[in-house]
């Protein structure tokens, strides 16, 4: 796992992964906050299962690729 920290004197791939997934996932959450008609509560429900699923299958992926 750590090649998936820090690689040859620079971060990894799996952290830069992990960032740009979640930026991604935060304008996605905000698009949808702006067009659809749903209670915030549940939303962010919705939002942060969606994003621990994203994050569990980068996880799993770069666990397979080691």
């Given at each position: ?64 690729a080691s």
């Amino acid at each position: 796992m750590n090649v998936f920290w820090w690689t040859s004197g620079h971060l990894g791939w799996g952290v830069f992964s992990l960032t740009v997934f979640t930026g991604i996932w935060w304008l996605f959450f905000d698009l949808c906050w702006r067009l659809l008609a749903i209670r915030i509560g549940r939303l962010l429900a919705l939002m942060a299962i969606g994003w621990m699923l994203g994050i569990g299958c980068i996880l799993f992926g770069f666990y397979l690729a080691s």
